[in-house]
């Protein structure tokens, strides 16, 4: 169980933005700000940074901006847009009117341009990006640098005017800042501060054709909004002299840049380009596909708001750079479906089941608890009929040890009713089960006389007449690998993914409670699983996403691999 937030030790940002109080550094203001670019739908990684950023300013009695990055046209749009903005609602955090675009401060950002210039600051260049990278030097060697450095002032003001009025092509020229080509940073020897880039901006339309980049935008952008503390993941650590020096050279408001580590998940990529190479090459269906990392995905999938917030805090807020597995995730989103799930049955893979001793036209209304961790959840009824599905899986003819199951000759007891006995099992002329024969134990039903006997195995089961038929999607890992980014020489991420990822299943059989189910609503299927009612259910075609199953059977197989490595190896 996670401490309760009053009594949670602070993390090292935290602790930073109470000093700060303390010292009255800010006038007592925190004020941070959430920054993506929309070029692609928010993962859970972003979920970190967002709890952060908007947990951070809630806990202090501060602000949250949401402010987007949009500073590279070419590959944002609007649909990202609006997606971040659902995202952030459903995880539960509000900017109120604090929505702003770097795109609101581009006029500003090119007259601080023009300043730096002035300021001998800055430089047109064009040298080509590969001869800039050229000349960049390596982390032994110093830059070159670029034969354009030296300019006149005036004739640097001259060309990046005529930069903005879109007299050169695309990609011909940059402005760069003039900083140091021998520093031990790289980030510092002349980074580019504006490229040319003649593509429509999805707010701007085509009113710039010279774009600024995100490290000459970052920091001044802090500045309009007087940020208190930008908080950023690790990354940027090397970034920061930069930012720095873009303010002081400037003289305007410095905020404070702060960086934590990034989340790593295990089985998961959380690389933006290269989740967007999986939708583009349709290796899953969208960015909202079940088995996509982002916020959409795992909503799709069925995960709580709660459950990511959870995570989240779970995992908490470190300096060091670490991976978590993603049995954690699983955790969190098992323990909070495991408090507010209603519970149903269903069938996944059914075998019919025929009560020979019940009466044929009978039907009885028996009472089920929708959730034993929730008193106030009530109970529902369940009609139990002559006719049944059980699961395929719990029945054998040949058990193995230990199978407390139904098997020939062997008993076991109907959730929420009889004890039943296998009496003959039906087959094909191929040797396929068709049907499982079997007699009840009238007097074994809750309130009768034998309701206290006792047997090994409790099996759920849906009655035939009276189920639903529905498309069950069964989703696991993406990748097989651990670490799917870890590849070997010739080696693709994409060599690793997981072939049974999806498995679909168009035969489940669902007890009648779920005949109103809504897109959204989350079930626990008893013995099964959490699944959710996908988007694209409809009322006479239900469909389910498996969300997680009950335990984490990853967690067993390793375990039972590792077990396997050690015995296999010689005494």
């Known amino acids: 169980m996670n401490a309760p937030e009053s009594e949670r030790s602070l993390n090292f940002v935290e602790q930073i933005v109470q000093g700060d109080q303390e010292t009255n550094k800010w006038e007592g203001r925190v004020h941070t700000r959430f920054p993506p670019e929309p070029n692609g739908y928010l993962h859970i990684g972003h979920a970190k940074s967002i709890c952060l950023n908007f947990g951070v300013a809630e806990k202090f009695g501060g602000s949250c901006n ?184 400037l003289q305007i408001y410095h905020p404070q840049q702060i960086e934590f580590a990034r989340l790593n998940l295990t089985y998961t990529v959380l690389s933006k380009r290269r989740l967007l190479e999986l939708v583009a090459q349709n290796h899953v269906s969208g960015w909202d596909d079940p088995r996509m990392p982002t916020l959409s995905g795992l909503r799709r999938r069925g995960f709580t708001a709660n459950s990511i917030r959870q995570f989240c805090d779970t995992i908490g807020i470190a300096k060091a750079t670490s991976t978590i597995d993603v049995g954690v995730l699983e955790n969190c989103v098992r323990e909070d479906l495991n408090k507010t799930a209603s519970r149903v049955m269903a069938v996944q893979r059914p075998v019919k089941l025929v009560l020979i001793d019940y009466p044929e036209d009978q039907v009885e209304m028996l009472q089920a608890v929708n959730n034993p961790e929730n008193p106030e959840a009530g109970s529902r009824e369940v009609p139990l009929s002559r006719e049944l599905y059980i699961e395929r899986d719990d029945f054998h003819e040949n058990p193995p040890g230990k199978f407390f199951r139904l098997k020939p000759g062997g008993e076991v007891r109907l959730r929420y009713a009889y004890i039943i006995r296998c009496e003959e099992v039906i087959k094909d002329d191929e040797g396929n089960i068709l049907e499982l024969h079997c007699t009840h134990d009238a007097d074994s039903r809750s309130g009768m006389p034998g309701a206290g006997r006792r047997v090994k195995g409790t099996l759920h089961w849906v009655s035939a007449n009276h189920c639903l038929q529905a498309e069950v999607r069964l989703y696991d890992r993406l990748f097989l690998k651990e670490d799917p980014s870890d590849v070997a020489d010739g080696e693709n991420y994409l060599d690793h993914l997981n072939p049974e990822s999806l498995q679909t299943l168009s035969d489940c059989r669902i007890e009648p409670s779920l005949t109103q189910a809504q897109p959204g609503d989350r079930f626990q299927f008893e013995r099964l699983g959490y699944y959710c009612v996908d988007r ?14 009950l335990r984490d059977s990853w967690a067993k197989l390793q375990k039972s691999q590792r077990q396997g490595k050690k015995k296999a190896k010689p005494g």
């Open 66 to 249: 949401l402010r987007f990055d949009d500073t590279n046209p070419a590959k944002e749009e609007v649909e990202y847009v609006e997606s971040i903005k659902e995202d952030i609602r459903w995880l539960g955090f509000d900017w109120q009117d604090r929505e702003y675009f770097a795109s609101d401060y581009f006029e500003q950002l090119y007259q601080w341009a023009c300043q730096l210039i002035a300021a001998d600051l800055a430089y047109v260049c064009e040298l080509t990006p590969d001869e800039m990278r050229a000349h960049r030097g390596t982390l032994t060697e110093p830059g070159i640098a670029s034969p354009y450095r030296d300019r006149p002032t005036a004739e640097n003001q001259d060309l990046f005017a005529r930069m903005r009025t879109g007299e050169f092509p695309t990609g011909s020229r940059t402005l760069r800042a003039k900083i140091d080509m021998a520093s031990p940073n790289l980030n510092l020897r002349d980074p580019v501060m504006y490229r040319i880039l003649h593509t429509e901006h999805h707010r701007t339309g085509t009113q710039w054709c010279i774009y600024p980049t995100y490290d000459f935008t970052h920091g001044q952008s802090d500045s309009i909004e007087k940020i208190t503390h930008s908080i950023c993941t690790l990354e940027f650590e090397n970034h920061r002299p930069l930012y720095d020096w873009y303010c002081q050279s």
């Open 536 to 549: 694209e259910s409809q009322p006479d075609h239900l469909v389910l996403n498996r969300t997680v199953s």
